[in-house]
């Protein structure tokens, strides 16, 4: 059974704290991971990774897919209060229009 | 402004009572989907179309039709609501036909639906 699994489910760190949010998957004929941040609103796209080994950034935030283990871990550093939210992590089935989600990782940062 | 809109973005309606749920970009977006989400089991795809008058299920379609006749919207319908279909819904698009897979993936605003 295809699935995709998130970890922790919560956590509350420290304004300047780095975290680590992870993802595994299980899926048949794998194409890619994505990572969306969801506030108190509809999710928005942060990475979509590929290729094992390859680091995606965007300021704070990084993300790397390991295709042999079957995981992605997305990094936050430096935590801020606006970092708050719920990340999402999704996998695209064998039907490529067919995306699967995890529950997500509800992280709240305090000041 | 490129966006994704959806309508209404509240709704409270009565079991059984058909409803349907607008959707619509100005992106000339190939691809759209709807999700449901719901606490503790997170987001699920209902329905996805990779193309005019192409549509496919996603992991929950009980209960729910769509159609796309044209490319900018995809109505969600509901035929007979019931109360386990309370949730809040979500439309997005993508400009490619493989949508998510290989494109980023656009959201709408949500659409809270209550069933009593």
């Known amino acids: 059974e295809d699935k995709v699994v998130q970890s922790p489910l919560s956590l509350v760190v420290h304004e300047g704290d780095t975290v680590t949010l992870n993802c595994s998957y299980e899926v048949t004929n794998f194409r890619s991971l994505l990572w969306y941040k969801q506030e108190k609103k509809a999710p928005t796209f942060l990475f979509m990774l590929?290729?094992?080994?390859i680091e995606k950034k965007s300021g704070r935030l990084s993300s790397i897919l390991d295709k042999k283990e079957l995981f992605s871990i997305l990094n936050i550093t430096a935590t801020q209060t606006g970092d708050s939210a719920v990340y999402l992590c999704a996998v695209p089935l064998k039907s490529q229009g067919n995306l699967i989600f995890g529950k997500g990782t509800k992280l709240s940062v305090k000041p | 402004e490129a966006q994704v809109t959806q309508n209404p973005r509240y709704l409270i309606t009565v079991t059984g009572k058909k409803l349907t749920v607008t959707c619509s970009q100005n992106?000339?977006?190939?691809?759209m989907s709807w999700y449901r989400q719901d606490p503790g089991l997170g987001l699920r795809q209902i329905y996805y179309s990779m193309n005019v008058e192409v549509t496919d299920k996603g992991d929950v379609p009980e209960g729910y039709k769509v159609s796309r006749k044209e490319k900018r919207n995809f109505p969600l319908i509901l035929e007979s609501p019931s109360p386990n279909q309370t949730s809040l819904y979500f439309c997005?698009?993508?400009?490619?036909?493989?949508?998510?897979?290989?494109?980023?993936?656009?959201f709408g605003p949500g659409t809270r639906l209550t069933v009593l």
């Open positions: 997005a698009s993508s400009s490619s036909r493989t949508g998510p897979s290989t494109d980023t993936q656009y």
């Open positions: 992106m000339n977006h190939e691809y």
């Open positions: 590929t290729s094992s080994g």
